[in-house]
């Protein structure tokens, strides 16, 4: 069964320092990989996704993440963090059957980040 | 932009009463969404519909039944609402495949009192 994972509930950093938010899956077939950010009180806001081709992948707001597939792991990255960044974090990987579009999510993973 | 509306955002009903919860999208997506949202639980989806008239049970659909007549709108109904059922409700649209992200309603916070 296709599953995600988001190990750390919380993630603390300061403004100005590198973050990564973890996030590790388990699939059968080929990996089709999302990230979400949830501001407070909103919707999910999509931010990149992996689906082919390049190991590390751009996105919204500076973000990025790299997929790794000896890992089982796609962590989302931001080279300097701003107090702005501070939601709640969603991983995602598509369910299979792999063309219906459905998605599992992790957890959740909240970012704080500090002045 | 992709629009995806909700009809409420905070809502309170009392045990026992049938709540309709709607959800719009304007961009003719062939998939639409509805999950609920609870803390340290991520989000649990709990129907999906591929199209019109077309739906298929997610993972928690006890409680639950969904309506699509029209390609932009997808209903989520609570037959008769249980204080189990007080959550955030989110709803998303996609286009078909497995490529496409979703997009997110603001979504309904629920109370069942």
């Known amino acids: 069964a296709q599953s995600v994972a988001q190990p750390e509930d919380q993630v603390n950093v300061a403004e100005g320092n590198p973050l990564t938010v973890k996030c590790t899956y388990s699939?059968?077939?080929?990996?089709?990989l999302f990230w979400y950010v949830q501001y407070p009180n909103r919707g999910l806001q999509f931010l990149l996704k992996?689906?082919?081709?390049?190991?590390l992948v751009k996105g919204s707001y500076g973000f990025e993440a790299e997929f790794n597939k000896s890992q089982t792991s796609f962590h989302l990255k931001k080279p300097s963090a701003l107090v702005s960044d501070s939601a709640l974090y969603f991983c995602?990987?598509?369910?299979?059957?792999?063309?219906?579009?459905?998605?599992?999510f992790g957890q959740g993973t909240t970012l704080q980040v500090k002045p | 932009d992709v629009k995806v509306t909700q009809s409420s955002r905070y809502l309170v009903k009392r045990t026992g009463e049938k709540v309709f919860l709607e959800c719009v999208q304007d961009?003719?997506?062939?998939?639409m969404f509805w999950y609920r949202q609870d803390p340290g639980l991520g989000l649990r989806l709990i129907y999906f519909?591929?199209?019109?008239?077309?739906?298929e049970k997610g993972d928690i659909p006890e409680g639950y039944s969904v309506s699509r007549e029209k390609k932009e709108r997808f209903s989520l109904i609570l037959e008769s609402a249980s204080t189990n059922q007080t959550s955030m409700y989110l709803c998303?649209?996609?286009?078909?495949?497995?490529?496409?992200?979703?997009?997110f309603g603001p979504g309904t916070r629920l109370t069942v009192t």
């Open positions: 699939v059968s077939g080929n990996p089709y």
């Open positions: 992996y689906i082919t081709g390049d190991n």
């Open positions: 995602a990987v598509r369910d299979m059957p792999g063309n219906t579009g459905k998605l599992i």
């Open positions: 961009m003719d997506h062939e998939n």
């Open positions: 519909s591929y199209d019109v008239k077309m739906k």
């Open positions: 998303a649209s996609s286009s078909a495949g497995a490529y496409y992200e979703q997009y």
